[in-house]
C-alpha cells in the first residue's frame, strides 16, 4: 500500500512543488530537493525555520516550543496534513 503523498507548493522564489508524505517532515522533503531552508534544532525549541503556512494544515510530531505567529508553522517538526501553500521567511 503506498502512503498519500502532499504537495507543497511554495510561493516565493522560483521553487516547483514538492512532494511530501508522513514519513518526513516538511524541513526534510524540502532539503530531498536541495531547497534551502534556515534551521537550527531542529526539534521546535530554536525558531529558526519559521515559515508562513498561507494555506492547509499542518500536524506537529513533537510539540513546538518556539514563538509563532497565527499564520507561522515550524517545519522541522511537523508534516503536512494534505497539501499546503507556504512561504519560507
Ligand atoms: S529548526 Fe529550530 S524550531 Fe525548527
Redesign the pocket.
Same mark, same amino acid.
Request: with cysteine; hydrophobic share 25%; glycine share 12%.
Given at each position: 500500500m503506498s502512503e498519500k503523498k502532499s504537495t507543497v507548493i511554495i510561493v516565493d522564489g522560483d521553487h516547483p512543488p514538492i512532494l511530501t508524505d508522513h514519513s518526513d517532515t516538511i524541513l526534510e522533503s524540502l532539503e530531498k530537493q536541495n531547497i534551502e531552508v534556515h534551521?537550527? +534544532?531542529?526539534?521546535?525549541?530554536?525558531?529558526?525555520?519559521r515559515s508562513k503556512l498561507i494555506s492547509g494544515e499542518v500536524d506537529y510530531k513533537t510539540d513546538?516550543l518556539?514563538y509563532i505567529d497565527d499564520d507561522e508553522f515550524?517545519p522541522? +517538526?511537523c508534516i503536512a496534513l494534505g497539501d499546503i501553500k507556504i512561504k519560507l521567511v
Open positions: 534551521y537550527h +534544532c531542529r526539534e521546535g525549541f530554536c525558531g529558526a525555520c513546538p518556539a515550524l522541522c +517538526c
